[in-house]
Nanobody
């Protein structure tokens, strides 16, 4: 499975961005997908998770501001980010978890910078 994230950029605080992650290859291996982020000097953290059934879970810091969604075939997942804050500045990574055992798949990351 190959994951290609896009949509990052520079935005002012209070603005919005929409990230996309295009999956290709053996997408039948995908059990669920997620968005992570890593800010400078910090560990990578889970932002949002989408289950195989479409249910979503969010980090407390992004609840009510971010919305994760996907198409029906795991071809593309999205992260709509509203009311962005400076602390949302990070590299955002797309993640796919296997349906069966094995390491996760990771995209290359897309930079989101929020200016205050």
């Amino acid at each position: 499975v190959q994951l290609q994230a896009s949509g990052g950029g520079l935005v002012q605080a209070g603005g919005s961005l929409r990230l996309s992650c295009a999956a290709s290859g053996s997408i039948f291996n995908i059990g669920s997908m997620a968005w992570y982020r890593q800010a400078p000097g910090k560990e990578r953290e889970l932002v949002a998770h989408i289950s195989s059934g479409g249910s979503t879970n969010y980090a407390d810091s992004v609840k009510e501001r971010f919305t994760a969604s996907r198409d029906n075939n795991w071809n593309t997942v999205y992260l709509q980010m509203n009311s962005l804050k400076a602390e949302d500045t990070a590299v955002y990574y797309c993640n796919a978890r296997r349906r069966n055992k094995g390491p996760d798949f990771w995209g290359q990351g897309t930079q989101v910078t929020v200016s205050s």
